[in-house]
């Protein structure tokens, strides 16, 4: 059964992300199924899943109440467009809890299928704001460099990838990218709130090269997350706030990972006091269990649509799916039932800081650091005190080292990552934390003894 699957893995699945011929000869793991904040692969291992997916269910897995909620949806009324003067109840519903739990400004949504496609709505948007509004020359966006907005062309252009965009160019005109507030690889020695400063300072200077009347909105995620759990510095959004203030410039904020509690509150920019005039957002909408994502549009720019926009030619065949909506809402709902944000901001958050940051003694960890449920290990060499060298891949070494002995930990580069359900508990996340430290221990050993090239050893 498993080579099978594997088999047949190789020969036509093409997977997202990934090196097609050495995944092909190294094989996937088959996952089966999962339940709690477990998944279970066709072994019968048991693996703690600290990435919750791909950061999306937040309530983890196996909660009846959405397969039921998309059951009955499916018997009611699987699919139907809201193109031509139509609607359904689920996105109704959906978009009317949606603008209860966003900040007041934000009564408006507009739905998409995906992450990405929420991003290439937000870019038609803000161009479109702005033409309407009678300065068809405020087109350029910026964006951040390591940023990840999505894979489509829109998404990776908005995106600040190098990889991604050493690819399948040329990308979409009008997008720029400024400098990362990450601290612990680019701070250079400065203490973080003036390294803080200096990042927010960078998109002054930006909106001054390319001049105000060119610039029609600056994009960033609260905390990054693929980027590698990036926590900014505390004095970096509050400068970043009064630089758009000053200038006349919208602020989106992707949710699509900080938002449904994921630091704490149910988006980021509550976190931290920002009202954005877009708020992206997928992943936890739906706890993953069916594609979903949307924009959230602030009254400004809602109002210029609605009042003097005229027909805006964009949407998609699921934009507000009806059994997507359904689970959406079934899934926000029990969040809310449940208390999930407010667990996660008083109980679970501080815990998990407490407990992670125990790692920092490790030898291999020059910083952790974590905000809510999101966290990161930034990987150092014991001998020098600095990254190690990247030949060496530390980062895939101690993830596939984790996978193997039962946990989710990601890596981007030398940083591994966690972003596990929210409705962890308290000795699941002592688990992470005892599994996390065991594999930074064989991780440490590996390298010691194979300096050269550790990735060559198979771990399956
Ligand atoms: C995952 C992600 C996206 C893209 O979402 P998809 O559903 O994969 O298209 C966009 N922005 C951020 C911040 C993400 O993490």
Request: include cysteine.
């Amino acid at each position: 059964m498993t080579h099978d699957i594997q088999a047949l893995d190789r020969a036509h699945y093409l997977h997202p992300f990934s090196d097609f011929k050495a995944l092909g000869e190294e094989g996937c793991r088959v996952i089966v199924s999962a339940e709690g904040v477990y998944i279970i692969d066709d072994q019968g291992n048991r693996i703690l899943d600290g990435m919750a997916g791909l950061w999306c269910v937040n309530l983890g897995y196996g909660r009846d109440e959405l397969v039921a909620a998309a059951t009955q949806q499916m018997h009611a009324l699987p699919y139907y467009n809201s193109f031509f003067k139509t609607t359904h109840p689920p996105a109704v519903k959906l978009a009317e809890m949606l603008c209860r739990l966003a900040p007041a400004h934000i009564n408006r949504v507009f739905f998409t299928g995906s992450g990405s496609e929420a991003n290439d709505t937000v870019l038609r948007m803000v161009r479109r704001y702005w033409a309407i509004k009678g300065r068809p020359e405020k087109q350029v966006i910026i964006a951040r460099e390591n940023a990840y907005h999505g894979s489509t062309v829109a998404g990776m252009s908005l995106g600040g990838m190098a990889p991604m965009h050493a690819q399948g160019g040329p990308l979409v005109p009008g997008i720029c990218h400024i400098r990362q507030p990450y601290w612990f690889d680019e701070s250079h020695g400065q203490d973080p709130e003036t390294f803080g400063r200096d990042c927010a300072a960078a998109l002054e200077e930006q909106i001054l090269a390319l001049g105000e009347d060119k610039v029609a909105a600056f994009i960033a995620e609260p905390v990054q997350g693929a980027g590698g759990a990036i926590i900014p510095p505390d004095s970096y959004w509050p400068a970043v706030k009064a630089v758009l203030e000053k200038y006349d410039i919208l602020l989106v904020v992707d949710e699509v990972i900080c938002g449904f509690g994921r630091l704490g509150e149910w988006f980021g920019s509550v976190h931290y006091g920002l009202e954005p005039d877009l708020m992206p957002i997928a992943k936890g909408l739906s706890s993953g269990y069916l594609p979903i994502g949307g924009v959230l549009v602030g009254d400004r720019v809602a109002e210029t649509l609605i009042e003097e926009g005229g027909e805006f030619f964009h949407g998609f065949t699921y934009s507000g799916h009806p059994t997507c909506a359904a689970v959406a809402l079934k899934n926000l709902e029990l969040m809310e039932t449940e208390g999930v944000v407010e667990r996660v901001r008083s109980d679970l958050g501080p815990y998990l800081a407490q407990r992670w940051a125990e790692l920092a003694a490790h030898p291999l960890v020059g910083e952790a650091r974590s905000l809510g449920l999101i966290g990161a290990l930034e990987l150092i060499d014991p001998a020098t005190g600095q990254r190690f060298d990247k030949s060496l891949g530390a980062g895939n070494l101690c993830r596939d080292i984790c996978f193997a002995s039962g946990l989710v930990m990601r890596s981007v580069g030398d940083t591994m990552i966690i972003s596990p359900p929210l409705v962890i508990r308290h000795h699941e996340i002592d688990e992470l934390v005892t599994k996390a430290r065991a594999a930074l221990d064989e991780t440490a050993r590996r390298l010691a003894d194979t300096p050269t090239s550790p990735l060559q050893e198979s771990l399956a």
